[in-house]
Nanobody, 121 residues
Framework: QVQLVESGGGLVQAGGSLRVSCAASGSISSINAMGWYRQAPGNQRELVASISSGGNTNYADSVKARFTISRDNSKNMVFLQMNSLKPEDTAVYYC???????????????WGQGTQVTVSS
């Protein structure tokens, strides 16, 4: 069993910064790619940023140059540093991880419960 738990969400004014974290735990052999998604009311869930096990990153155009994704493999954690926040960034942010589980041959994707990020004007 694998669990992903997000933290660090909250309320911030436009132009401010926020850092969200995600910790993975359970029967983990290794973690491949990790990423952050977000979903606003009435919108589809979208990929915000992702990072490979080797540290290669990619970002949605809307957050490029403002957000930075990073990971700590020794702690099974992934982070998203969000700077110059805009009201359009308001959403529930979800952590995702592609996990090689102990006793399993194939990797499995897991989701966290999400953390609310609200950016006021």
């Amino acid at each position: 069993q694998v669990q992903l738990v997000e933290s660090g969400g909250g309320l911030v004014q436009a132009g401010g910064s926020l850092r969200v974290s995600c910790a993975a735990s359970g029967s983990i052999s290794s973690i491949n790619a990790m990423g952050w998604y977000r979903q606003a009311p009435g919108n589809q869930r979208e990929l915000v940023a992702s990072i490979s096990s080797g540290g290669n990153t990619n970002y949605a155009d809307s957050v490029k140059a403002r957000f930075t994704i990073s990971r700590d493999n020794s702690k099974n954690m992934v982070f998203l540093q969000m700077n110059s926040l805009k009201p359009e960034d308001t959403a529930v942010y979800y952590c995702n991880a592609d996990v090689q589980r102990t006793w399993y041959r194939k990797s499995v994707r897991y989701w966290g419960q999400g953390t609310q990020v609200t950016v006021s004007s």
